[in-house]
């Protein structure tokens, strides 16, 4: 049977709903939403053409899900199953399945529907409504408008349309980002900028300490940080010493794109999850990249605290204007913790125009918190809106390997050789985060260093043996599937079995909820303890369960006696 290309495009919104209702809503919105039909598909008979926004989307669904498409194919579709491919969008005239061409879609600013390059987002998909890639969304909802491409906006580029710009991001009119040069290189117009800003523009994190009384001792306090540019970055984060597992996979292969293509590939990239899980890591790490690679980018890493106090000094100096021109001219802007921004309405009046200035001249930013920016309470909805337009990425808990990889990387760097096994027994006992990790390492190697003994099982076991006790002690996820079966009145198989309805998928998300709370288990090693699931789908439960708890007395009352029965 040869499907015509409205058939395959109606054949596709069918296994859109089939995957939506399979897949956590994260997942489905960051990877398979973004994906549309290609043009002409109806010149392959038995074959659905799709296409990605970029290679890093194409590869990480032919990778991760192909499969899944295929099936929800399979289902709608009678008789054989037909071919799936997917490609790159190309706007010059087809699909670049191979290599991203130098005419593959740029994002840029929309303003009333109407984007940089000329396409029009579908107002089907409302832009608070779109996940970690709104941006590429938008666009490929709206790559059949055929719109002649208008000019792009930039730093450089006086008059009206920057003017025009600016003024409708300011009151909201923006709906999306998404300018994303084909040349994986920093804005030129920052790395040189004009003589007038040379003389003016501090280079380096502003110190409104000194006395700015005098306007000579000003200019001359701005000449001398000119002179000492500091990025504050740590030397020794790099790639090279970051250990990848399944747990931060993504978020380094988002990382590595935003050095190949700062400013356009993902703006803002937002890493998030606990303490001591690489964040921090992975942020230098791209920082100290930018750096090798263009040695004279202005790339500035900061805590989000900096940043409030940075501003109140130059307000009670009347300093402002310095304090605006600094962080608005830097070619990367890294800021830690943003969830100290809380409350704090100056500041993010200030970070918010801030945000959007670098965002409208292509200047990367990379922002980190230990939550989702829609869990941030006291953010503003606005800057929330925006933490989302570029790439939002977690970092959970690393699992078991990584954990041990960690382990014998951090040993050999102080020349204590560690084994495998002493590796695995260590890791299966701190779970937590990588900082609890090496603390426990610290120990080890101290011991081993006074003892003169070899790091083993047996030193690991006297070196540790309080922090061991206390993990004893610690609830199992066995424990816990156990107790909430009994609960329900269902078998335990049937929390790893593959059946999905209510009775037994909402006790599963339940116990997960629980595995999360009441254990240091990684999100990947409790969905291996429930049925070989997938980390997201843990992360969907725990989130369930939290909106549920809240709306619903039942399960509000079912995780309270659970957590009671645990609990003794």
């Not at 790395?191 to 001792?217: H, I, R, T, W």
């Not at 202005?298 to 940043?307: A, D, I």
């Not at 690991?460 to 993990?471: P, V």
Request: one cysteine or more; proline letters at 5%.
């Amino acid at each position: 049977m040869r499907l015509s290309e409205t058939s395959w495009r109606q054949t596709w919104d069918h296994c859109l709903q089939h995957l939506q209702d399979e897949l956590p809503p994260q997942q489905f919105n960051t990877w398979i939403r973004p994906l549309v039909v290609a043009p002409h598909s109806a010149s392959a008979a038995r074959e659905l053409h799709l296409l990605a926004p970029n290679r890093f989307i194409r590869d990480w669904v032919s990778d991760k899900y192909l499969a899944q498409i295929e099936q929800a194919t399979g289902y709608v579709v009678e008789g054989q199953v037909p071919a799936v491919s997917i490609g790159i969008v190309d706007h010059g005239g087809g699909a670049a399945p191979l290599e991203r061409r130098h005419n593959a879609p740029t994002y840029g600013l929309t303003t009333g529907g109407q984007s940089r390059a000329g396409y029009r987002y579908s107002s089907a998909i409302p832009p608070s409504q779109l996940g970690g890639v709104a941006l590429q969304a938008a666009n490929q909802a709206a790559m059949h408008a055929n719109q002649p491409a208008a000019p792009a906006l930039s730093r450089s580029q006086p008059g009206g349309m920057r003017a025009t710009a600016r003024a409708a991001m300011a009151s909201g009119e923006i709906n999306t980002r998404a300018q994303q040069p084909t040349q994986p290189a920093l804005n030129p117009n920052l790395a040189a900028p004009n003589a007038a800003m040379q003389a003016v523009a501090p280079q380096a994190l502003p110190d409104y300490g000194e006395s700015m009384q005098l306007a000579s001792q000003r200019q001359a306090a701005a000449a001398a940080q000119t002179r000492g540019h500091q990025h504050n970055l740590i030397a020794a984060y790099q790639f090279d010493n970051f250990i990848e597992g399944k747990s931060n996979q993504m978020a380094r292969a988002a990382a590595t794109q935003v050095v190949e293509n700062p400013g356009g590939s993902y703006n803002p990239l937002f890493l998030y999850g606990g303490v001591g899980l690489g964040k921090t890591h992975l942020m230098h790490a791209v920082g100290n990249e930018l750096k090798r690679l263009k040695p004279n980018a202005k790339v500035v890493y900061l805590h989000s605290e900096r940043f409030v106090a940075d501003m109140v000094k130059a307000l009670q100096l009347n300093a402002i204007n310095d304090f605006k021109r600094f962080y608005r001219s830097v070619d990367a802007l890294l800021i830690d913790d943003i969830q100290f921004f809380a409350n704090k309405d100056r500041s993010q009046e200030e970070f918010f125009h801030t945000f959007n200035a670098l965002l409208e001249g292509g200047q990367q930013m990379i922002l980190t918190c230990d939550r989702y920016p829609k869990e941030i309470d006291g953010v503003e909805e606005r800057l929330k809106s925006r933490f989302s337009w570029g790439l939002t990425v977690a970092i959970e808990p690393p699992e078991l390997e990584t954990r041990a990889a960690i382990l014998m990387r951090k040993a050999e760097q102080v020349k204590m050789p560690m084994s495998q096994e002493a590796a695995l027994f260590l890791a299966q006992r701190v779970r937590s985060n990588v900082r609890e990790l090496e603390g426990a390492l610290k120990r080890v190697i101290a011991s081993a260093h006074f003892t003169k003994k070899p790091i083993s099982i047996e030193l690991i076991k006297e070196s540790l043996k309080d922090l061991l006790a206390l993990q004893d002690k610690q609830v199992s996820i066995d424990n816990i599937q156990r107790t909430t079966a009994e609960y329900y009145k269902i078998k335990v198989s049937d929390l790893m079995s593959k059946r999905r309805n209510r009775s037994v998928a909402r006790p599963r998300q339940v116990a997960m909820a629980l595995a999360k709370e009441l254990t240091n288990h990684s999100l990947p090693e409790i969905g291996d303890a429930f049925g070989g699931r997938d980390h997201t789908t843990v992360l969907h439960a725990c989130r369930k369960i939290k909106e549920l708890r809240d709306t619903s007395s039942d399960i509000r009352e079912d995780y309270k006696n659970l957590l009671r029965t645990l609990a003794t």
